[in-house]
T-cell receptor, first 113, second 112 residues
Framework: DGGITQSPKYLFRKEGQNVTLSCEQN?????MYWYRQDPGQGLRLIYY???????QKGDIAEGYSVSREKKESFPLTVTSAQKNPTAFYLC????????????FGPGTRLTVL | KNQVEQSPQSLIILEGKNCTLQ??????????LRWYKQDTGRGPVSLTI?????NTKSNGRYTATLDADTKQSSLHITASQLSDSASYIC???????????FGKGNQVVVIP
């Protein structure tokens, strides 16, 4: 069953805590992305990676960190420095960073208590 | 200012009726334009893609149009079904740097 998976689906954390969101894909895609979605707003790019061991900041990278140690995995850490972390987080992947379709995971809803 | 504007923000339609969603963009030059369907609490799924030279593309009951001169696109849903209740997102890919510009989505609710 090929695709892109995210876990957990729902995540709760206390203020001041770091939390890591998982994103795994078995599509053999080179490029992976993290987006944030807030109510009434379009998706905003946090980080993206074109290839293993390389990643670039997106439009709203402050307070977030990523790693790309394996082609299949692109975890996102939401740090305590992120002032408003409650949101729906979407991971996506594509064959390359060209005009290819981005395939999205099911998302993780993070709530900070 | 958002580079992709969608209207209406939300609409309610009766099952079996048609509806049309609008997308206006200022992105230039652009590589392609996609419409995604996003069910509540799920990730977006691509419905159609159009390049600069294409002006219509269909996927079942979904038909997208593109007027690159006026920078407008529309998504027409024919004979709506309850399962069409979702957010429809217009996404424009910038030419050259391959970044994506997302609209805020059209929230469609189909009622029996």
């Amino acid at each position: 069953d090929g695709g892109i998976t995210q876990s957990p689906k729902y995540l709760f954390r206390k203020e001041g805590q770091n939390v890591t969101l998982s994103c795994e894909q078995n599509l053999n895609h080179d490029a992976m992305y993290w987006y944030r979605q807030d109510p009434g707003q379009g998706l905003r790019l946090i980080y993206y990676s074109q290839i293993v061991n390389d990643f670039q900041k997106g439009d709203i990278a402050e307070g977030y960190s990523v790693s790309r140690e394996k082609k299949e995995s692109f975890p996102l850490t939401v740090t305590s420095a992120q002032k408003n972390p409650t949101a729906f987080y979407l991971c996506a992947s594509s064959m390359g960073q060209g005009a290819d379709e981005q395939f999205f995971g099911p998302g993780t809803r993070l709530t900070v208590l | 200012k958002n580079q992709v504007e969608q209207s209406p923000q939300s609409l309610i339609i009766l099952e079996g009726k048609n509806c049309t969603l609008q997308c206006n963009y200022t992105v230039s030059p652009f590589s392609n334009l996609r419409w995604y369907k996003q069910d509540t609490g799920r990730g977006p799924v691509s419905l159609t893609i159009m390049t600069f030279s294409e002006n219509t593309k269909s996927n079942g009951r979904y038909t997208a149009t593109l007027d690159a001169d006026t920078k407008q696109s529309s998504l027409h849903i024919t004979a709506s079904q309850l399962s069409d209740s979702a957010s429809y997102i217009c996404v424009v890919r910038l030419y050259g740097n391959n970044r994506l510009a997302f609209g805020k989505g059209n929230q469609v609710v189909v009622i029996p």
